[in-house]
């Protein structure tokens, strides 16, 4: 019974001088978040900012040139506008047709544009536009095919 208690105190002893924090009633101090360097956008993307205040955060970007032979090769079946926007549906050399949407550009039914390869959305509801789109990749860039 001796060794018992002993040990017992023995521990109790250990736990307190193990705790010499007294313990505080305030709530923790919320800790700042590291401040880290904003990372390099592409040429001509808009400036990022944490609230966009419901604005299109694409507003005002332009669709980018295309480098020649450096994309999958398609002929323009259907052109939406929306302000802002142009979406396509292509057909490829197979007549895969698909939807691409970007920032507004003058092409027509019938052109021949290239556009890089980029994965595709899955059920996307335009609000502009009101509609539903089974498939749709969102791009930056075309080149109409002279």
């Known amino acids: 019974m001796k060794k018992t208690t002993l040990l017992l105190l023995s521990i109790a002893a250990l736990a307190l001088a193990g705790c010499n924090n007294k313990p505080t009633t305030e709530a923790p101090?919320?800790?700042?978040?590291?401040?880290?360097?904003?990372?390099?956008?592409?040429?001509?993307?808009?400036?990022?900012?944490?609230?966009?205040g419901g604005a299109d955060p694409h507003a005002g970007m332009k669709a980018q040139a295309m480098p020649a032979g450096a994309g999958i090769k398609a002929k323009v079946t259907?052109?939406?506008?929306?302000?802002?926007?142009?979406?396509?549906?292509?057909?490829?050399?197979?007549?895969?047709?698909?939807?691409l949407a970007m920032p507004e550009v003058k092409v027509s039914v019938g052109n021949t544009v290239e556009y890089?390869?980029?994965?595709?959305?899955?059920?996307?509801?335009?609000?502009?536009?009101?509609?539903?789109?089974?498939n749709i990749s969102f791009i930056s860039a075309i080149r109409v095919v002279k």
């Open 29 to 52: 101090q919320k800790q700042a978040a590291p401040q880290t360097e904003p990372a390099q956008m592409p040429p001509g993307h808009p400036a990022v900012t944490p609230d966009t």
């Open 78 to 99: 259907q052109v939406l506008s929306a302000p802002g926007k142009t979406f396509l549906e292509v057909a490829d050399e197979k007549g895969q047709k698909m939807w």
């Open 116 to 134: 890089p390869k980029s994965p595709s959305l899955p059920s996307f509801h335009s609000k502009t536009l009101n509609r539903d789109f089974e």
